[in-house]
């Protein structure tokens, strides 16, 4: 038997919505500021685990930095026989010691750059400089590996770039990671080519619609940053991941192998990002790969990069 409405409270009350039709705004307000605060409150709590997760672990990395650097220094006064002669296999097994002492370097100051953008405690230090020019020395510091594995750099100035202000130490460790990146995977008689050229960044911005009759103004074609890039004839990423590539830990599926912990293109994003531009690759599998980054000529800092500008 349905229940009968009770009359002593008036008119009985329908609700005439169409089924299915969520609260009216009154209604959600009254549960809002509730969740919104537990939600807020678990937000901060997890942020504050994961700072304080983060710190630990690059303390721990940092603590490896002296034992690590110790080891180094025996094995390379081994190497130099100052303390007797060595056979052949002693000078294997050194140079195995040497080339994995790098590697583990390599880790904890990719951890450690890691750990420092996370927490945000990065500054950038722009100053007037040949873009050029520290394109050239990283090529150059590079250029011995490459040899190594049998793959081909190549790297032409480009006189249309002017002196503009940038951070040279985290521009080069841009490139560094990306053509430590192209070396992993460019298999064996391959080649890398870095290259850089002024271009015009023609940012998304919301502008207001333009007055009856007046016309569109046409925009420059000054150039207004440089684009630096490095591609390779590696086996290339297929188009799902290109976003995905630059997030911090990530691997491709089926380089799980590789060296490193996948965060060479996670730390150049960020350091990108930190100088106000833009990172992206261009892949197709098979085809090899092309990292393109922005660097505008004017240097636009955000609150947490700033740094001297001269």
Known sequence: ?????????????????????????????????????????????????????TNALASAAHDLKTPLAILNGYTELLQSEKLGPLNERQREVLRDMVSNGQRLQHFIQDFLTFSVLETGELRMQFELGDMNASLSEVCRLWSARFQERGLALYFLANEKIVPLPFDSAKIQRVISNLLENASKFTPKGGTVWLHAEPHMWERRAISLPAAAGERRRQTTAAPNAVKVSVSDTGPGIPPEYHQEIFDDFFRMPGSEAAEGMGLGLAIARRLVQGMGGKIWVESEPGAGCKFSFLIPLKPILSSSSRGSSK
Request: hydrophobic share 30%; charged share 35%.
């Open 1 to 53: 038997m349905a229940a009968t409405p009770d009359k002593s409270l008036g008119s009985p009350y329908v609700d005439t919505r169409p089924e299915g039709r969520l609260p009216s705004d009154a209604t959600r307000s009254d549960l809002a500021p509730d969740s919104s605060a537990d939600m807020m409150r678990d937000f901060e709590q997890l942020r504050d685990r994961f700072r304080r997760t």
